[in-house]
């Protein structure tokens, strides 16, 4: 009986469990790739360190996929190394109560990018105001040099239908960031998720989840903060209702929060986009690389004017063809 005893405890103990697990950090590898605008690799480790209840996160915030060229006409800052080194609670404990989220990095990606919260400097939505800023894989750097991502890092995984997603990256609160779609396949929304865009899945587990509306990554915090040099500046709780950083969207703004960048040279008014596309998942791994391979008009450089450089003109002209082929055979590629 007292065995038994014992193990039932150990087992509900372990079921509580809301830590990494060794196989979610083992995901958390730069692939091989020297990031062009830096001539330089990432590097990105979880490691234990001498405190048992705490996990150390290092990394150069150098990205291991495309980027755009930076900086360039919309965005002034240029890709530079970083060196973080963050310490999370090996073990989260979930709390009803929620924290804010602060300016700057809220979490660290399986790459070693620094996730940021969903707003601009002057607290705008930063998934649409500064969506035809950021480059192909949805990301950009600020004025520090840090590259990082708002809204889900497309260059990391690819959302295929049905299929659950992979973990994307650690919340400084210690709970792992997971994709759109949940351990049983079904592709989440806002309303199936708390203020802080988590959810406890289906073993019991909290977790974040990347979704297609605000806030995007992350809400809240439902977890404590350790690492005393993680900010506390909660600047913004919830976008501004009439964003005027871009000058109301006409091209005539400041700079950008994270690193928006400078308004578009071209007279005409900056159209506002949603990220809807960004998220629509695909059937299989052939399809999904067609679509990352297709670059969106907003996305594409734009040549003497001066772009945001996201994509080069073959991008474009490739854009372009696979945009006709689609169209002609009819499919759901776009």
């Known amino acids: 009986m007292k ?31 020297v990031e062009h605008n830096t001539g330089l690799q990432g590097t ?3 490691t234990y360190g001498n405190d048992p209840t705490k996990l150390i996160l290092q990394a150069n915030g150098i990205p291991d996929h495309d980027t755009g060229t930076f900086p360039n006409a919309d965005n002034p800052n240029s890709i530079t190394a970083q060196t973080y080194r963050w310490r999370i609670n090996r073990n989260p404990a979930y709390s009803e109560a929620t924290s804010c989220l602060p300016m700057g990095p809220i979490g660290m990606a399986v790459n070693g990018v620094a996730l940021y919260n969903p707003y601009t400097i002057t607290c705008c939505d930063a ?37 659950p997603s992979s973990i994307i990256g650690v919340a400084f609160d210690g709970f792992p960031i997971y994709g759109p ?31 297609s509306e605000f806030p995007y990554i992350m809400g809240c915090y439902h977890g404590q903060i350790v690492d005393t040099s993680i900010s506390s500046n909660c600047q913004c709780t919830e976008p501004v209702e009439v964003c ?3 000058g109301g969207n006409t091209g005539t703004g400041g700079t950008g929060g994270g690193g928006g960048g400078r308004p578009p040279p071209h007279p005409q008014a900056r159209k506002k986009r949603s990220t809807t596309r960004l998220f629509q998942c695909c ?52």
């Not at 065995?3 to 958390?28: G, H, K, N, R």
């Not at 989440?188 to 977790?207: A, F, I, P, Q, V």
């Not at 990352?292 to 004017?305: A, K, L, N, T």
Request: with cysteine; proline share 3%.
């Open 44 to 46: 990105v480790s979880v």
């Open 244 to 246: 005027t950083e871009f």
């Open 181 to 211: 779609i949940d351990e049983n396949g079904r592709q989440l929304t806002k309303g199936d998720l708390d203020e802080c865009n988590g959810r406890t899945d289906s073993n019991g587990r909290y977790k974040y989840h990347i979704i």
């Open 127 to 163: 998934g649409v105001e500064e969506l035809d800023l950021f480059d192909m894989c949805t990301g950009h750097p600020g004025p520090s040099g840090g590259y990082h991502y708002h809204i889900y890092p497309t260059c990391l995984e690819d959302i295929i239908c049905n299929t």
């Open 283 to 334: 059937t299989d791994e052939t399809s999904c690389s067609v679509m990352r391979i297709f670059v969106p008009e907003e996305f594409v450089s734009h040549g003497d004017e001066g772009g945001n450089g996201a994509a080069t003109n073959s991008i474009s002209m490739l854009a372009l063809i696979l945009s006709t082929v689609s169209i002609m055979l009819g499919s759901n590629l776009l």
């Open 3 to 33: 065995f038994y005893t014992v193990f039932v405890i150990s087992s509900l103990l372990v079921s509580q469990s809301w830590s990494l697990t060794e196989d979610e950090i083992a995901q958390f590898v730069s692939r091989p790739y």
